[in-house]
């Protein structure tokens, strides 16, 4: 069975600090991923998607990127941390149509 | 642009009140409609999905329902446990992204 691995569960870090959120997918190949960043009582803000290795699609402009460098593998990133980067994280794999989540990373900017 | 709107924000509902939640969506060729149940701090968990206008899927005490421009999450004697909050998604027939709506947020009273 399909397993999606999302690590660290919760992070404290300083504005100007670097991140890097990674996820992995276990079970199947090929699979589109997904990052979305969730604000308190808020719906799911998509992020980035990719449909294949280094194949990244953007849907909103700001302080991070992504990279698929492995098949089963996502990566979400920032070089310099801002402080409305706060928020639950969340990475996500599909092979047909629904989504499959894993458990989120509640990142804190201080 | 594909987009998603939810209703009611909040729900507030006695044990064994049965109503309905609302998704209403506008996408350039529907793929599929999720539902999802979120539990504080957690990742979304996979309910339902809908690919055409008429469409019906039941578990337990949930129904979901499609037409061509919404879905019905119908709950029958909700029971406290069935507080969470319950997320809406489309897919486009590009089959990549996956759009999220703001959720509805269910308070079930015993």
């Known amino acids: 069975s399909q397993t999606i691995h999302q690590w660290p569960a919760t992070l404290v870090q300083p504005v100007g600090s670097p991140l890097s959120l990674e996820c992995t997918v276990e079970g199947t190949s090929n699979p589109n991923l997904y990052w979305y960043r969730q604000a308190a009582g808020r719906g799911l803000q998509l992020l980035f998607y990719?449909?294949?290795?280094?194949?990244i699609s953007s849907e909103v402009p700001q302080n991070l990127s992504a990279s698929r460098p492995q098949d089963r593998q996502f990566i979400l990133s920032s070089k310099k941390l801002l402080l409305s980067d706060s928020g639950f994280y969340l990475c996500?794999?599909?092979?047909?149509?629904?989504?499959?989540f894993g458990q989120g990373t509640r990142l804190t900017v201080v | 642009e594909d987009q998603v709107t939810q209703s009611p924000e909040a729900l507030r509902l006695q044990e064994g009140e049965s109503s309905s939640l609302n998704c209403s969506y506008t996408v350039s060729g529907l793929r599929g409609l999720f539902w999802y149940r979120q539990d504080p701090g957690k990742g979304p968990e996979f309910l339902f999905t809908?690919?055409?206008a008429g469409e019906e899927k039941e578990k337990e005490r949930l129904k979901a329902t499609l037409t061509k421009k919404e879905s019905f999450l119908h709950i029958t004697a909700p029971k406290p446990e069935d507080s969470a909050t319950y997320l809406c998604?489309?897919?486009?027939?590009?089959?990549?992204?996956?759009?999220f709506g703001s959720g509805t947020r269910l308070s079930i009273r015993p």
């Open positions: 990719s449909v294949g290795i280094g194949q």
């Open positions: 996500a794999w599909s092979v047909r149509t629904e989504a499959f």
């Open positions: 809908l690919y055409s």
């Open positions: 998604a489309v897919q486009d027939s590009s089959a990549s992204k996956i759009i």
